[in-house]
T-cell receptor, first 109, second 114 residues
Framework: GIQVEQSPPDLILQEGANSTLRCNFSDSVNNLQWFHQNPWGQLINLFYIPSGTKQNGRLSATTVATERYSLLYISSSQTTDSGVYFCAVADNQGGKLIFGQGTELSVKP | GAVVSQHPSRVICKSGTSVKIECRSLDFQATTMFWYRQFPKQSLMLMATSNEGSKATYEQGVEKDKFLINHASLTLSTLTVTSAHPEDSSFYIC??????????FGPGTRLTVL
């Protein structure tokens, strides 16, 4: 099956800093999603981005499907950005998502 | 984005009892619902995929007789953990999609088996 690797596993930032999270996947995908898991466990949809570039406020994402990676950019980080960021991909077999191990982000005031 | 609810949000039960978790898509018709499990400090692991009106497809290593899944309508799927044991304690999360598109997740159910 598809393998998903996220880096870095942990990241500590000072408030206001920028960061880039990476997601590598081992095969072609039909779906790629980025999520933020808040402290209560809720997965918040950030981007549905099987290819191309999208922006939403301070967040943006780029997926280069031909090179099998996606990047999540966080600009001007805030303490509320803390939590775990997951990348998940789906192949063309039924749409099930395979999750990476996540990046745990901690933004310090 | 679309809204998916789960009930209950937290349940504590004695070993040997069965627990039912409901997952509802509130504002769209979910042709497919998924059930995941997450242990502390780990990622989400897919347990099963269910399509409305069909039997669920379970991932390798997931006991279908222990984790009963029903997807009787386009807005409701249920997961029943039968004869629960302490090792079944986990965070269970459902998601829903329309024809394999973007998935939207419920808030999760934290199960503790004593």
């Amino acid at each position: 099956g598809i393998q998903v690797e996220q880096s870095p596993p942990d990241l500590i930032l000072q408030e206001g800093a920028n960061s880039t999270l990476r997601c590598n996947f081992s095969d072609s995908v039909n779906n790629l999603q980025w999520f933020h898991q808040n402290p209560w466990g809720q997965l918040i949809n950030l981007f549905y981005i099987p290819s191309g570039t999208k922006q939403n406020g301070r967040l943006s994402a780029t997926t280069v499907a031909t090179e099998r990676y996606s990047l999540l950019y966080i600009s001007s980080s805030q303490t509320t950005d803390s939590g775990v960021y997951f990348c998940a991909v789906a192949d063309n077999q039924g749409g099930k998502l395979i999750f990476g191990q996540g990046t745990e982000l901690s933004v310090k005031p | 984005g679309a809204v998916v609810s789960q009930h209950p949000s937290r349940v504590i039960c004695k070993s040997g009892t069965s627990v039912k978790i409901e997952c509802r898509s509130l504002d769209f018709q979910a042709t497919t619902m998924f059930w995941y499990r997450q242990f502390p400090k780990q990622s989400l692991m897919l347990m099963a995929t269910s399509n409305e009106g069909s039997k669920a497809t379970y991932e390798q290593g997931v006991e279908k007789d222990k984790f009963l899944i029903n997807h009787a309508s386009l807005t409701l799927s249920t997961l029943t953990v039968t004869s629960a044991h302490p090792e079944d304690s986990s965070f269970y999360i459902c998601s829903a999609s329309y024809f394999g598109g973007e998935q939207f997740f419920g808030p999760g159910t934290r199960l503790t088996v004593l």
